[in-house]
């Protein structure tokens, strides 16, 4: 029998490495089965998010309605991005897309989504959004875009000439899942000579620019689970049904938080303060509840062998059992 706590660790656990590894993602054969379908550019913004303070990740957001404005742009060199969703429930108004589950790369019609990892890397001056092959791959470093500068916060990645947003479909129907798109081969992109997006700075011999290396990119988990194209399918929707729910916590969980600090800088009686920490627990079960049992719905869609394929995933990525106590 799972206990209450081992299994708000076990949710968040899960939660948080399936995100990383992109668990659910489709096999190569399955990935040749999506098509694409094109959208507004105007619409989705790739952008390089902070990651503690000297990192930052790809984000992909989306104005899906006119009700309120998503992100405002400032500046130039880099474009400085305010991510206005963060603050208002953005359900049905705003798409975000944070891992290898809501964007991958597309090129020459072929979904590249479990043969390349998409990452920001600082090269001297600027951050750059690269794809990077899994693991011993063929093909090279892709270059989809830069911010042409640096900031330590919110910035736009300008796509590089060729490429574009475009969206997974599936059986006649358009996914959230966004792809960066180039109409080029893989060879092709990999063979010809990037295009440059903004001039080469004059070369400063006392101070050559630096080039943080791109890091090996995890393994892609293909091997380990062989997911049928319906139960992607199925996935996918638990996945949609249950994102709303766990947003909407997600932010009152972060309220919550805010106030309890607010309270702890001002006169605040204990009985007043227990109870908003008290409600700070709630929420985090709450949450925690909620990637638990989306996790066991996607976990029931799994045959015999893809359930110890499964369990040997989360070992390997957590470096522990996580077992009944």
Known sequence: ????????????????????????????????????????????????????STRHQLLILEQISNDRPCWRETGSNPVEIDPLLLDFDFTGICGRSTDSNGYSIRVGDRDLGMQYNLRVVRDGDDLVLMGVPFGARPGGPLEIGRARGVSSGFVKLQLNPGWRFTKRNYDGRTLGHVYLTNDLTLSELTTSTPVATRPTPTPQPTKPPVTTPVPPARPAPESLLQLSAEQVRQMQEIETRYNARITERGQALQQAHQQLRQMMGVQTSDRTLRRQQKRVRQLQAELSDLHFEKLMEMRSLLGTEQLGQFAQLLVSASGQVVGSR
């Open 1 to 52: 029998m799972i206990s209450n706590s081992l299994r708000l660790r076990f949710a968040a656990f899960t939660a948080a490495t399936l995100s990383s590894i992109g668990l659910f993602a489709a096999t190569p054969a399955q990935a040749n089965t999506f098509g694409k379908t094109e959208v507004r550019q105007d619409r989705l913004i790739a952008v390089a998010a902070p990651v503690g």
